[in-house]
């Protein structure tokens, strides 16, 4: 493992190979404010944070990653074009793999650009790729846009579709709640009680929700248990869509059979397919560029369309060299009504260095 000066001298130099792109180099305080930022992050990183108490500032948080801070100081100075790189440590708790640090150093660029959005994502993408250098790598890709597009235009009630949205993240409660909302899954028993209306609403309170919490609750599983199932062809495409695993043409011909059944996604699949002229306009060799449709599903939540990282070549389990991706809604969210499309990507100095000392 490479020492710590090591690795500051490797993150000097990534930096300098974004800002010869030109970027310009931002500060990113090491303590975040926690209340207004954990949310952004969703589950994994709100599980992972280091949180403290500040009696001027409130909750506060060591920086679990750049992008939202650089986003927030971006959308605060107004929603121009611009580039961005940083770097420096980020802290994220590892109580299940005690093996990774819990501290490590990042290295980014960030582009905030509403001309060329597509252009936009092989410009980082590639920037990335060319900073990996020759290292026996490969990389992986997908797009959470097209999936939340699918989402967005079932045949169902707004209720659910929010659900849907709101477990993107969390593959298992995804397709439990497929089940579910398919008709596939039974009702537990106490639960049919309940919509029944078998149930006491007026029993002793135990724990903190309110008489009209619980009421209000109850009265939504009965909403839902009285809609419609989604359709069986609806379901069908959407499985289809989840376990899609191409290079990125054929990934792209297959997403658009998919379309006649989910024709929601067409948008996504246009913005796909300009991503992949602008990548290849780049050098990339799209042809041999995977594509996943769930990848991504487990990083940030505040992506919201293209995703990649790059992996050490056969090692898929271990923790990725660099990853990325696009964060349109995130820009809407901390603008105060102003936004840009944004798209990102950071790198680990230390792991590349791992990797470039394992090769020697």
Known sequence: MADRETVLLKAADLRAQFEAAGARVVEAAILQPAETLLDLYGED???????????????????????????QMHMTDGAEPARYTYSGEVFRRQEHDPDRPNEFIQVGYEVFDRADPASADAEVFTLISQ????????????????????????????????ALMRHIWRPRRFRALLERFGGQRSVSEARAELLAGKVETDAPLIGKRTQAEIAARIEALRADHAAP??????????????????????????????????PSIGPALDRLEARIAALAARGVDVDHLDFEASYGRTSMEYYDGFVFGFYRQGRPDLPPLATGGRYDALTRYLGNGAEIPAVGGILRPGLILDLQESLS
């Open 45 to 71: 990183i709100r599980a992972r944070a280091y949180v403290t108490s500040d009696a001027l500032r409130g909750e506060q948080m060591l920086r679990p990653d750049f992008t939202v801070p650089v986003v």
């Open 131 to 162: 900073a990996l250098g020759d290292l026996p790598i490969t990389a992986s890709t997908g797009d959470i846009g097209i999936l939340m597009a699918a989402v967005q235009g079932l045949k169902t009630d707004e209720r659910r579709k929010q």
């Open 229 to 262: 199932p989604i359709s069986e062809t609806e379901l069908s495409a959407l499985e289809t869509l989840l376990i899609i695993r191409e290079t990125l043409p054929f990934a792209l011909e297959h997403l658009r059979d998919v379309a006649v059944d989910l």
